[in-house]
């Protein structure tokens, strides 16, 4: 059975979207395969041709799934099945589902502010913050919890939040290199709920990145 869960106020409310589960794995043909990058990259990109409905020139390895492709949730329960019936490969729906609810709860943030002031917020109190920026939260803390803030530092706790949502979709699989770090900075400075930060976030789930991650385990089946 496939589950979902509906992420609300993500950048993907084009319509209420939702990541879902990967399905089961089953016996999977190909799955012992040797495949080199330009196979997993060609197959692919036939994959995606087929079934996201696209031209052939608009795969290009830097193409977002979501932005550029138009994906959506039922895509990516599609693209999980077909990569692990082509490749064996199970895509990560799960993981990248669990990281868009803890970007948008802005988790990391709260731990930021208990390991450096020692003064977390509550859910109640962070609303209040629901277009305002890093800058705010911390004259905040200052003026209610009596913390001495000095000048830079919210560029510094945006950095270091920045720096932590990226190793998380390092955790994943992913490589970070679309990441555009300074503009997730100056959002978080701007609007730390800004939908544009999500969106930033999962410009990692391209073609190429894709590819890279099919590559990298289907390679290290072949040389376990």
Do not use: C
């Not at 409310?13 to 089961?24: A, R, S, V």
């Not at 450096?116 to 919890?145: H, S, V």
Request: no cysteine; aromatic share 6%; net charge negative.
């Amino acid at each position: 059975m496939v589950g979902s869960t509906k992420i609300e106020g993500s950048p993907f409310d084009h319509g209420n979207y939702f990541f879902l589960e990967e399905p089961m794995s089953q016996g999977l043909e190909d799955s012992e395969k040797r495949w080199t990058r330009e196979e997993v990259e060609k197959t692919l990109k036939d994959i995606l041709v087929d079934a996201l409905g696209v031209e052939e020139d608009r795969v290009v390895p830097d193409a977002s799934l979501i932005s550029d492709l138009g994906a959506e949730s039922i895509d990516f329960l599609d693209l999980s099945f077909r990569s692990q019936q082509t490749f064996g490969v199970e895509l990560p729906n799960k993981a990248i589902q669990d990281k868009v609810l803890s970007w948008r709860n802005m988790a990391a943030l709260n731990r930021i502010l208990e390991e450096r002031y020692g003064a977390g917020l509550a859910a109640d109190e962070m609303k209040q913050f629901n277009t305002k920026g890093i800058p705010d939260l911390l004259r905040w803390l200052a003026d209610k919890r009596g913390i001495k803030i000095e000048n830079g530092e919210a560029e510094e706790v945006a950095a270091e939040l920045t720096d932590r949502m990226a190793g998380e979709v390092e955790s994943i699989g992913f490589k970070t290199s679309l990441i555009d770090r300074e503009g997730i900075k100056r959002l978080l400075l701007e609007n730390f709920n800004s939908p544009k930060i999500m969106e930033g976030m999962l410009r990692v789930l391209s073609v190429g990145a894709m590819v890279d991650f099919i590559s990298d385990r289907v390679d290290t089946k072949g040389r376990s």
